[in-house]
Each structure stands twice: as C-alpha cells, then as structure tokens.
C-alpha cells in the first residue's frame, strides 16, 4: 500500500520559518521524483519544488527561489521542504508527489500523492 505522510504544516509568523517532512512507504523511494506542490484557496495547484531520484537535480517556482530548499534522505524514504522567509502568500495547503519518470519531466508512468498539509503564515 502506497502512502505519502505529509507533516510539519502550522501557524507561522511573515518572516518564520518552517521544515515540511513526507515519509514514503510502499514504492521504491529511491527510483522516483518526489515535488511539493500547494494550493492556495481559490487558486489551482502549482508547484514549489521538485528533486529527482538520486537528488542531484532539483527545480523551484521563481516565487519561492532564494526562499525553500527541498532535500531527500533516501535511505529514510523521506523528502523535505525547508521554507525560510515566509509569506503570507505562501500560505497554502502543501502536497508531497511522487512521479516515476521513464523521460525526465517528460513522461511518467506512476504518480502518488499525499494527503497534504496546512501552512499558514500570518501575524
């Protein structure tokens, strides 16, 4: 059974900081991309930030360049966000996704998502 476990979502003051985890199990972590993505109310999703298998790439929305930074521990099957300097704009409901590419960001054949997790940032 797939499951993508997001955690670390919360209140968080303009300017804060927060570090979102996703715990993978039932794939094989390590051969698949894993992306935030969010979505705000009223607005589609989009993404934040993406990280190939063996991590050595990794891409960010022009909004949250210089801000987040998405790692992977694989051996932990687990993917994170550390989001710095936060907006209230980034508020949003955050989503871990797993794609497994045969073409990368081309073509994919399996794709898993979380649950999601709330983060809000306000004074």
């Known amino acids: 059974q797939v499951q993508l476990v997001e955690s670390g979502g919360g209140l968080v003051q303009p300017g804060g900081s927060l570090r979102l985890s996703c715990a993978a199990s039932g794939f094989t972590f390590s051969t698949y991309a894993m992306s935030w993505y969010r979505q705000a109310p009223g607005k589609e999703r989009e993404l934040v930030a993406r990280?190939?298998?063996?991590?050595?790439?990794?891409n960010y929305a022009e909004s949250v360049k210089g801000r987040f930074t998405i790692s992977r521990d694989n051996a932990k099957n687990t993917v994170y966000l550390q989001m710095n300097s936060l907006k209230s704009e980034d508020t949003a409901v955050y989503y871990c996704?797993?794609?497994?590419?045969?073409?990368?960001?081309?073509?994919?054949?399996?794709?898993?998502w979380g649950q999601g997790t709330q983060v809000t940032v306000s004074s």
């Open positions: 996704n797993a794609r497994y590419y045969t073409v990368w960001l081309v073509k994919f054949t399996n794709e898993y």
């Open positions: 990280i190939s298998a063996a991590g050595g790439i990794s």
